[in-house]
């Protein structure tokens, strides 16, 4: 097993990413290759789970695309991923929320949870 | 025919250069000590007797632990020959796994993972006799006429039948080398390799 996390150290890249989980709404920026020319797509849902450890780790990301659910896995390390963009943070309870997916309209949303901004944490200091 | 004797870690996957997902094997290969060497005058063939992965010296009978100190090394589990060596090595030499480098093309055998008694569609591919419709039942796996009742009356010999699958030895042959990490005796390879995690497999390359 060390070898293995060994390996992945050599191999990956470090990402800079933001911390994320399942129920965040987040921006996958993608790099697609058309012809020779390179672009990016913005793949925007809420993050289903989060799987895999290490250098193989692996997120779903599953947005409504009219009116059809439409789930894509990315990989963490995958270099085609340009950037992960948080728009909001879930409230939800659990790892892998695939009961969403049985989920329409107004019961499919995720509440939003309010991260405690710096300036509030200041002022709960003073 | 250089060759080495590793244990299997496992298997993952990257990232290469150009983007692409590569499914790779790493293999902790060597170091290993040459045991014994065989010569034509002697033995009448030429040969490097190789010894990897250290063992206790009370785990070892007396005559093999003998034949362990004539080398000066410690007593090893798994000991392998390896026919027209073509490195230069005398008794008691390391080998690691720098006689490979990265880029080149190696032969893999391993034991395969044992599967128990199977049916003949897992253990020879068969499809199963029929369908599932027009009343027929309990024949979707089943492996079809053996020997005609009038001709030939009997059941040829070697007929594929069910039994024991797995457990047997397979070579892999021009598996490429993607990396290799020296210090670590590490051998990362492409693609898999036959045998369970932790079972001794040998990289040779013997085209």
Same mark, same amino acid.
């Given at each position: ?126 | ?97 720098? $006689? +490979? ?8 055998? !391993?034991?395969?993972? #044992?599967?128990?008694?199977?049916? /003949? *569609? ?57 990396? $290799? +990490? ?8 492409? !693609?898999?390799?036959? #045998?369970?995690?932790?079972?001794? /497999? *040998? ?5």
């Amino acid at each position: 097993m060390d070898a293995i996390k060994f390996f992945h150290q050599e191999v990956t890249q470090k990402k800079d990413y933001p911390a994320f989980r399942a129920g965040d709404n987040v921006t996958v920026n993608y790099k697609i290759l058309e012809g020779t020319k390179e672009r990016i797509q913005a793949y925007r849902g809420e993050v289903i789970q989060r799987k895999g450890q290490g250098a193989t780790q692996t997120f779903t990301v599953r947005k409504i695309s009219n009116g059809v659910g439409v789930e894509r896995v990315f990989p963490l390390f995958s270099p085609s991923i340009d950037s992960i963009d948080i728009n909001k943070h879930g409230k939800v309870r659990r790892a892998r929320i695939y009961y969403i997916r049985d989920l329409k309209g107004k019961k499919a949303r995720i509440k939003e949870k309010r991260m405690p901004t710096a300036t509030a944490e200041v002022a709960d200091k003073g | 025919m250089k060759g080495i004797i590793g244990k299997k870690v496992g298997m993952t996957s990257y990232f290469d250069e150009t983007g692409k997902s590569i499914s790779c094997t790493l293999i902790e290969a060597g170091p290993c000590v040459v045991t014994q060497i065989k010569t034509n005058d002697i033995d009448g063939y030429s040969a490097v007797q190789l010894g990897f992965d250290t063992k206790k010296d009370k785990n070892t009978s007396k005559p093999l632990q003998k034949h362990f100190a004539k080398a000066g090394t410690p007593a090893k589990r798994k000991v392998l020959e390896f026919r027209d060596f073509g490195l230069e090595k005398a008794l008691g030499d390391t080998i690691s796994v720098d $006689i +490979f480098s990265e880029g080149d093309k190696v032969n893999i055998v !391993g034991v395969s993972k #044992g599967k128990g008694f199977q049916g /003949v *569609v897992k253990r020879h591919g068969f499809h199963g006799v029929g369908g599932q419709t027009h009343g027929q039942h309990d024949r979707n796996r089943a492996p079809g006429s053996l020997g005609g009742s009038s001709y030939p009356s009997r059941v040829f010999k070697g007929l594929r039948m069910a039994g024991r699958d797995g457990g047997k030895t397979v070579k892999i042959r021009n598996i490429s080398v993607l990396k $290799i +990490f020296a210090d670590k005796n590490l051998m990362v390879v492409n !693609g898999c390799v036959p #045998g369970p995690k932790g079972s001794y /497999v *040998v990289i040779k390359n013997d085209n």
